[in-house]
């Protein structure tokens, strides 16, 4: 007869009987996480993906707004604190992710950006555009 130590008396007799019974022990394998823990894990990577939307959305913005938004996300990733279940370190931590990747793709990611912003398109007449190097 199979071991079945550590396991309620009514799991053991579903198991016994051989029947269909899915336990949740047996369903939930996320490696002895607890599976009510993936709802706070998915809240936690969305708001780090709209943290990275937010940037993307609103970093060449010229808003007094769009710019103190833009400046609460840029804080928020620099932050090493962990104080805060929703603090760019935790989330990191949770998800597992490296928080010093992300802030280098993020730096990445704005240096391209510049980059292919370095000419602007002021108007000249109707409807033509001229080209211009920013100084």
Known sequence: MADFSG????????????????????YFVHGGEDPRSEPARRLMLAVLEDALLTLGSHWRSRSRHARRIVAEVEVWFASNS?????????????????????????????????????????????????????G
């Open 7 to 26: 396991t309620s008396q009514l799991a053991v007799k579903a198991l016994e009987a051989d029947s269909e019974v899915i336990l949740p022990e047996q």
């Open 82 to 134: 962990r104080a805060d279940p929703f603090a760019f370190g935790s989330i990191c931590d949770v998800l597992g992710l490296d928080p010093a990747y992300i802030r280098d793709a993020i730096r990445g990611w704005k240096e391209q950006r510049t980059a292919l912003t370095k000419y602007r398109r002021p108007r000249a007449g109707r409807g033509r555009a001229m080209l211009t190097r920013r």
